[in-house]
């Protein structure tokens, strides 16, 4: 068995290059090495409301006993432990024998970790929550509630993680003390990380461009068949078993058989294809909508990472504008981007600099969709051009349907992310590594950041497992 792609190390810096993850904020600052996500424990996600409070894993309030003639939506902090939101979401529809359309949720927490979010369920549902008993899922403080949560609602996430096995070395606490100032002056690339692609199998983006492209055939392969050398031995095998027989409905059914149910959309393309043979576009089409988007936007996100990197591949600062980027104004109260947006013309502008300086102000690019005008991203538009010729990629897959079917319309991004109320916690022998050495730090971000991003500065090539 060949494997379709093969990484040499099959390491987490290796991945994160295959999905435009190249530069760094802190080159010149060694890492300090060691592994993070080495137990769930060690990685522990806190939603933060739209009000700015931090939610707490053991929080609980008196519950209600019904829902008020004003209040639709049944609202309540989910725990889960080491399982992907999907997963979670996914049990607790089933286990409360409820759609999944009527629940929802701001934002995808990672899968190794221990992660409270505010959720949501359209009608009464306070005493089934009450009674709720599953494996790693809890529920806390259930709340009747006027509107749902909705995706994106919340302000950002708090963590608190560990790195561990970190090399005992003369220079360590000092390495740590110079990355934690870096970080805290200048932030670090604000790249969607891995779990946006896949983080054993990264290649959500591809399967993105291949729908934009209409070749859904190609599509449903790199979905379902195509084989990475960083996935497991035996989930390979019988990825190459299915792709030899993906056009033939009697033997993808026998194989079939075998694969893990636990990959729910590829299992539900698969069973499509055994009943309507080489209907591949029909496959797709019969995915949940919110699967689709997400596969979609990760091309985009591909595209804006890969914007990132070879800026800093060109010789341009990551954090300090020339001429033709782009500013924009940050909100007095999230800190998110506005649509007060300023073209840089070179030249020295007081009241801009000190906008950027109070970080009032970023540096942002594209995310690429139906309704962008490059025209509008003069710096951005130059690098853009240099990807899509590396790429081999059509301009015209921007005007694909499937843009405007899931309303992809574009939109920018900060280049650069600053972490919030950054602090080491502690810095202690490892009870798991003998001597080596493990460091805690707590941070917040705010939404759409990725604390992968953040921790890889500190590592740099260091692996998660």
Same mark, same amino acid.
């Given at each position: 068995?060949?494997?379709?792609?093969?990484?040499?190390?099959?390491n987490?810096?290796?991945?994160?290059?295959?999905?435009?993850?190249k530069?760094?904020?802190t080159?010149?600052?060694e890492?300090?090495?060691?592994?993070?996500?080495?137990?769930? +424990?060690?990685?522990?996600? +806190?939603?933060?409301? *739209?009000?700015?409070k931090?939610?707490?894993?053991?929080?609980?309030?008196e %519950?209600? %006993?019904?829902?008020?003639?004003?209040?639709?939506?049944?609202?309540?902090?989910?725990i889960?432990?080491?399982?992907?939101?999907?997963?979670?979401?996914?049990?607790?529809?089933?286990?409360?024998?409820?759609?999944q359309?009527?629940? !929802?949720? #701001? $934002?995808?927490?990672?899968?190794?970790?221990?992660?409270v979010?505010k959720?949501?369920?359209?009608?009464?549902?306070?005493?089934?929550?009450?009674?709720?008993?599953?494996?790693?899922?809890?529920?806390?403080?259930?709340?009747?509630?006027?509107?749902?949560?909705?995706? $994106?609602?919340?302000?950002? /996430?708090?963590? %608190?993680l560990?790195?561990?096995?970190?090399?005992?070395?003369?220079n360590l606490?000092?390495?740590?003390?110079?990355?934690?100032q +870096?970080l +805290?002056? /200048?932030?670090?690339?604000?790249?969607?990380?891995?779990q946006r692609?896949?983080?054993?199998?990264? /290649?959500?983006?591809?399967?993105?461009?291949?729908?934009?492209?209409?070749?859904?055939?190609?599509?449903?392969?790199?979905?379902?068949?195509?084989?990475?050398?960083?996935?497991?031995e035996?989930? #390979?095998?019988i990825?190459?078993?299915?792709?030899?027989?993906?056009?033939?409905?009697?033997?993808?059914r026998?194989?079939?058989?075998?694969?893990p149910k636990?990959?729910?959309?590829?299992?539900?393309?698969?069973?499509?294809?055994i009943?309507?043979?080489?209907?591949?576009?029909?496959?797709?089409?019969?995915?949940?909508?919110?699967?689709?988007?997400?596969?979609?936007?990760?091309? *985009?996100?591909?595209?804006?990472?890969n914007?990132i990197?070879?800026?800093?591949?060109?010789?341009?600062?990551?954090?300090e504008?020339?001429?033709g980027?782009?500013?924009?104004?940050?909100?007095?109260?999230? $800190?998110?981007?506005?649509?007060?947006?300023?073209?840089?013309?070179?030249?020295?502008?007081?009241?801009?600099?000190?906008? @950027?300086?109070?970080?009032?102000?970023?540096?942002?690019?594209?995310?690429?969709?139906?309704?962008?005008?490059?025209d509008?991203?003069p710096?951005?538009?130059?690098?853009f051009?240099?990807?899509?010729?590396?790429?081999?990629?059509?301009?015209?897959?921007?005007?694909?349907?499937? @843009?405007?079917?899931?309303? @992809?319309? $574009?939109?920018?991004?900060?280049?650069?992310?600053?972490?919030?109320?950054?602090?080491?916690?502690?810095?202690?022998?490892?009870?798991?590594?003998?001597?080596?050495?493990?460091?805690?730090?707590?941070? !917040?971000?705010?939404?759409?950041?990725?604390? %992968?991003?953040?921790?890889?500065?500190?590592?740099?090539?260091? /692996?998660?497992?």
């Amino acid at each position: 068995m060949d494997y379709d792609y093969v990484f040499k190390d099959n390491n987490e810096r290796e991945l994160e290059r295959f999905v435009g993850i190249k530069a760094y904020s802190t080159p010149n600052i060694e890492g300090i090495g060691g592994i993070y996500k080495n137990t769930y +424990k060690d990685f522990i996600v +806190k939603e933060i409301t *739209q009000g700015g409070k931090i939610l707490e894993v053991n929080e609980d309030r008196e %519950t209600p %006993t019904y829902l008020s003639n004003r209040d639709q939506y049944t609202t309540f902090n989910l725990i889960k432990v080491n399982r992907t939101t999907f997963n979670a979401i996914r049990a607790l529809s089933k286990y409360l024998k409820i759609p999944q359309k009527i629940i !929802s949720y #701001s $934002g995808l927490k990672d899968k190794c970790s221990i992660s409270v979010q505010k959720v949501s369920i359209r009608g009464d549902f306070i005493e089934e929550l009450k009674d709720v008993k599953m494996k790693d899922l809890f529920i806390r403080d259930i709340t009747p509630t006027k509107k749902r949560v909705r995706l $994106g609602s919340n302000r950002g /996430n708090n963590f %608190t993680l560990i790195i561990r096995n970190i090399p005992n070395q003369d220079n360590l606490e000092q390495n740590i003390n110079q990355l934690l100032q +870096k970080l +805290k002056k /200048n932030g670090f690339p604000n790249y969607f990380g891995l779990q946006r692609f896949g983080t054993y199998r990264p /290649n959500s983006h591809l399967i993105g461009r291949y729908v934009l492209e209409g070749d859904y055939e190609r599509a449903i392969r790199e979905f379902v068949s195509t084989i990475y050398s960083s996935e497991s031995e035996d989930l #390979s095998k019988i990825r190459y078993k299915v792709g030899k027989v993906l056009d033939k409905s009697k033997k993808l059914r026998k194989v079939y058989k075998k694969f893990p149910k636990s990959l729910t959309y590829e299992c539900d393309l698969i069973e499509h294809l055994i009943t309507h043979p080489k209907d591949y576009k029909g496959a797709f089409e019969s995915l949940d909508k919110e699967i689709m988007n997400l596969i979609i936007n990760a091309f *985009q996100s591909y595209l804006f990472n890969n914007l990132i990197s070879m800026r800093v591949q060109e010789g341009f600062p990551l954090f300090e504008p020339v001429e033709g980027d782009i500013i924009t104004i940050l909100d007095d109260t999230n $800190g998110h981007e506005t649509n007060a947006v300023y073209e840089y013309d070179g030249k020295y502008d007081k009241y801009l600099k000190e906008a @950027l300086k109070l970080k009032r102000a970023v540096i942002v690019a594209p995310i690429i969709g139906y309704n962008t005008d490059l025209d509008d991203f003069p710096l951005m538009k130059h690098l853009f051009e240099k990807i899509m010729k590396q790429e081999d990629i059509n301009p015209q897959i921007f005007d694909s349907k499937p @843009l405007e079917r899931f309303n @992809l319309r $574009g939109t920018i991004r900060a280049i650069q992310a600053f972490p919030i109320g950054l602090k080491r916690i502690e810095l202690n022998d490892d009870e798991k590594y003998k001597l080596k050495k493990k460091l805690k730090i707590e941070f !917040s971000l705010n939404k759409g950041t990725y604390a %992968t991003m953040l921790i890889r500065e500190l590592v740099k090539d260091a /692996n998660t497992h």
